[in-house]
């Protein structure tokens, strides 16, 4: 009988156990999915549920995402929240975007933020995209820029291509 109430008071200690650790470990999960939430600027987080040592956590976290959004030129950088280190990269960083943009002929090129080397490597990338697409056929393509050389050549692709058009009995032959 002994044994019987020993077991019966065993089993009911370990549910009462296993009730409060799952009730316990609910709760810790709801803690570390909002902690989660905030850390990554999710929406749903609930800043007053956070520790003290969290908040600072999220607060980094936020910072962190602040200039990576400002470095790579996003919606949402705000820059009045930078240092004067992260200032200077960000600066660095949208120039050489610029650059870049103004190198390949992207909209949004300010030639006016570039300094003179910069200038010269646009001019060259943009004479050198002009030639490939008089050299192709494709639209866009100003032959007035072109030497005298550059127009031979392209004089001759358009021969090879329309060769090739009536060859192939494509459209825009010009056997005349």
Do not use: W
């Not at 929240?81 to 909209?107: I, M, W």
């Amino acid at each position: 009988m002994k044994l019987i109430r020993y077991l019966s008071f065993g089993l009911l200690l370990t549910v009462a156990i296993a009730s409060g650790l799952k009730a316990q470990s609910a709760t810790s999960s709801a803690n570390s999915q909002n902690y989660s939430a905030c850390v990554n600027g999710y929406y749903g987080c609930d800043s007053r549920q956070l520790t003290e040592p969290e908040r600072a956590a999220v607060a980094d976290a936020a910072h962190k995402r602040n200039y990576s959004d400002c470095l790579h030129g996003y919606y949402g950088c705000d820059s009045r929240q930078l240092t004067e280190s992260e200032r200077a990269a960000v600066t660095d960083a949208a120039h050489k975007r610029n650059y870049s943009d103004c190198l390949h002929g992207y909209y949004g090129c300010d030639s006016r933020q570039l300094n003179g080397s910069e200038q010269a490597a646009v001019t060259d990338a943009a004479h050198k995209r002009n030639y490939n697409d008089c050299l192709h056929g494709y639209y866009g393509c100003d032959s007035r820029q072109l030497t005298e050389s550059e127009q031979a050549a392209v004089t001759d692709a358009a021969h090879k291509r329309n060769y090739r058009d009536c060859l192939h009995g494509y459209y825009g032959c010009d056997s005349g």
